[in-house]
Nanobody
């Protein structure tokens, strides 16, 4: 069964940067949309950013100008570049990708922003 594999999380100081990656574990139909979510301790999961196959992106206000979603060099791979990280960005980040067969979730990756 194909899954989405995430990588790139970790711990950084405020103002630092991280790049998350989201890629399928095997061959799947082309994703037409990928979403990035995050879930902080004690909070609901929230949608952070989206990227369409056209390259069009959307972001929540809290990350606009700091986060950038883009397509990776490998097929069906999506990146989330996170700059100027704040303590409020601390959360588990998840990706979800859609194709003609449905959608797939990533396993989640921890991002911790702390001095």
């Amino acid at each position: 069964q194909v899954k989405l594999v995430q990588s790139g999380g970790g711990s950084v100081q405020p103002g630092g940067s991280l790049t998350l990656s989201c890629a399928p574990s095997g061959n799947v139909l082309t994703f037409y949309r990928t979403e990035w979510y995050r879930q902080a301790p004690g909070k609901q999961r929230e949608l952070v950013a989206t990227i369409e196959s056209s390259g069009a992106t959307t972001y929540i206000d809290a990350v606009k100008g700091r986060f950038t979603a883009s397509r990776g060099s490998a097929r069906n791979t999506v990146l989330l570049q996170m700059n100027s990280l704040k303590s409020d960005d601390t959360a588990v980040y998840y990706c979800r990708a859609f194709n003609a067969r449905g959608y797939y979730w990533g396993q989640g990756t921890q991002v911790t922003v702390s001095a």
